[in-house]
């Protein structure tokens, strides 16, 4: 069992690390939310802010942090 926060968040960092590099090797994109915004980062580690307009219509804008 995790004894203390200190270690789950080791195990959550780890998992992420692998995850990403299973993602980067098939050449799969990763979907997550930073700073109340949907981002994708492709392979190559590129960066995009995913918006939907009002119709509904998703669109892409390359994100700088």
């Known amino acids: 069992m995790?004894?203390?926060r200190e270690?789950?968040?080791e195990i959550l960092k780890k998992a992420n690390?692998?995850?990403?590099k299973q993602a980067k090797e098939l050449g799969a994109s990763i979907?997550?939310?930073k700073n109340?915004?949907?981002i994708r980062e492709d392979?190559?580690?590129n960066k995009f802010e995913i918006t939907f307009?009002?119709?509904g219509k998703r669109q892409e804008y390359e994100y700088h942090e």
């Open 2 to 4: 995790i004894e203390n």
């Open 7 to 9: 270690q789950l968040q």
């Open 17 to 20: 690390q692998h995850a990403r």
């Open 31 to 33: 979907y997550y939310i």
């Open 36 to 38: 109340n915004k949907r």
């Open 43 to 45: 392979a190559e580690g």
């Open 53 to 55: 307009d009002a119709a």
